[in-house]
């Protein structure tokens, strides 16, 4: 859980900050000139809490965590530590899968939502600072905008994307072969296999959390 959630704090909030200050002024030179200025801070946060938030913290973790998870255990298959954990009645699955897949599972979502908060703020200083947009309206936007099912599909999202992440890393490790060329090639296999499934179970969660034609802002 250290591992995953502590030193891992730094790289996730510096993300999630310039995304939202990248996001912001994107959008708010255009919805400014449209006259809706005053939605910004709304359609930052739900664009942070349904898709950016959960999506790029998992891709962070994927690349510093999945593939920390592949290069360990596959460097303790190749010098046969998996072997002797077997030899001593030692389920390696039990012994070595599974905390990490309960560390990714509730770290995730944790970074997650710290992750949104900070991409709020980047958003809410380059909105104040850079198109003189007041504090109250945006954050009162952001409030009208979101609803307690935006957050929990985001806390959805990034569970799945922990246990995702974790047995990913941990099956590409078990299965290495080939000395020390082969854990470089399972840890980046690795990463590339957990990026393609969080984008593509992205789809599906999202077709499933917020699919039909309904508003969906609650401002509106």
């Known amino acids: 859980m250290a591992a995953v959630g502590p030193d891992s704090l730094f790289i996730a909030l510096l993300t999630a900050i310039f995304v939202g200050a990248v996001f912001t002024i994107q959008v708010a030179r255009e919805f400014i000139n449209f006259g809706a200025g005053n939605i910004i801070g709304g359609v930052l946060s739900v664009a942070l809490t349904r898709e950016l938030s959960p999506v790029l913290t998992a891709v962070i973790l994927a690349g510093r965590v999945g593939s920390a998870f592949a290069a ?111 854990v470089g090639q399972s840890t980046t296999t690795a990463v590339v296999t957990a990026l393609l499934i969080i984008f593509v179970s992205n789809f599906f969660l999202s077709w499933l959390m917020f699919q039909g034609t309904g508003s969906a802002f609650l401002g509106l």
Do not use: H
């Not at 954990?85 to 710290?114: G, N, S």
């Open 72 to 182: 360990e255990i596959g460097t303790m298959r190749v010098t046969e530590q998996i072997d002797a954990m077997l030899m001593l009645k030692t389920d390696p699955i039990d012994y070595l899968v599974i905390p990490r897949v309960l560390a990714c599972c509730l770290m995730l979502p944790i970074l997650t939502l710290l992750s949104l908060v900070t991409g709020m703020f980047g958003g809410l200083i380059i909105a104040t600072n850079l198109y003189n947009l007041s504090d109250t309206v945006f954050l009162e936007s952001a409030r009208n905008f979101l609803g307690m099912w935006d957050i929990v599909s985001a806390m959805i999202k990034a569970c799945c994307f922990g246990i995702l992440i974790a047995v990913i890393g941990c099956s590409w490790g078990l299965t290495t072969t080939g000395g020390a060329k082969g």
